[in-house]
């Protein structure tokens, strides 16, 4: 299976600052195959990007993505109070899809 | 819109058999492919496998062939079975649907449920 590395754990930031997220990847797929989610207390992952830079329907443009390969990048430009939460990547180009342990961004 | 809910009991006795179903509302289950994902406490996410629009099914290795998902189009509703679940299978159980044409990246989710392996 492949196993992405999501770092760091957690990612202290205050409200209009810029978050970098990183995940890594233990083997190459099609950058065609990651997405990100994100996910709040209590709640269910939210589907955020595809295709490692696509924005899903809704999802506002301070949020994007980018990398290829092995290494793929999350970007928050300006964090607003609702952004404040957990980050999952996920690869779905090679079975089975697997998910990375998580980015908890926490109000700093 | 389409929305998923999940069901089915919140506890469930080690070695016994775990049966979940996602009722899909607002779209029909004969298009898409329809996944099970799971959430052990405080962990990351797990897929476990999934219910084409056909019938087909395909699993997570990991879990050893112990999963079956099966639907009934009549309800709109596709089910989960996990056999000889120990305390390792306690976790919070979602539904979700794929993108499109089996590009398993989970558009939607049920609120998921909790699913506790105890005697």
């Known amino acids: 299976d492949i196993v992405l590395t999501q770092s760091p754990g957690t990612l202290s930031l205050s409200p209009g600052e810029r978050a970098t997220l990183s995940c890594r990847a233990s083997?190459?797929?099609?950058?065609?195959?990651l997405a990100w989610y994100q996910q709040k207390p209590g709640q269910a992952p939210r589907f955020l990007i595809y295709g490692a830079s696509s924005r899903a329907t809704g999802i506002p443009d301070r949020f994007s993505g980018s990398g290829s390969g092995t290494d793929f990048t999350l970007t928050i430009s300006r964090l607003e109070a609702e952004d404040f939460a957990v980050y999952y990547c996920q690869q779905y180009g090679i079975f089975p899809p697997t998910f990375g342990g998580g980015t908890k961004v926490e109000i700093k | 819109q389409v929305q998923l809910q999940e069901s089915g009991p919140g506890l469930v006795k080690p070695s016994e058999t775990l049966s979940l179903t996602c009722t899909v509302s607002?779209?029909?289950?004969?298009?898409?492919?329809w996944n099970w994902i799971r959430q052990a406490p405080g962990q990351g996410l797990e897929w476990i496998g999934y219910i084409s629009y056909s019938g087909s099914t395909k699993f997570n290795p990991s879990l050893k062939s112990r999963a079956t998902i099966f639907r009934d189009t009549s309800k709109n509703q596709f089910s989960l079975n996990l056999k000889s679940v120990t305390a390792a299978d306690t976790a919070l159980y979602y539904c979700?649907?794929?993108?499109?044409?089996?590009?398993?990246?989970?558009?939607?989710w049920g609120q998921g449920t909790l699913v506790t392996v105890s005697s």
């Open positions: 979700a649907r794929e993108r499109g044409e089996g590009d398993l990246a989970f558009v939607l």
């Open positions: 607002g779209g029909s289950i004969s298009t898409y492919y």
């Open positions: 083997q190459s797929f099609s950058s065609s195959y």
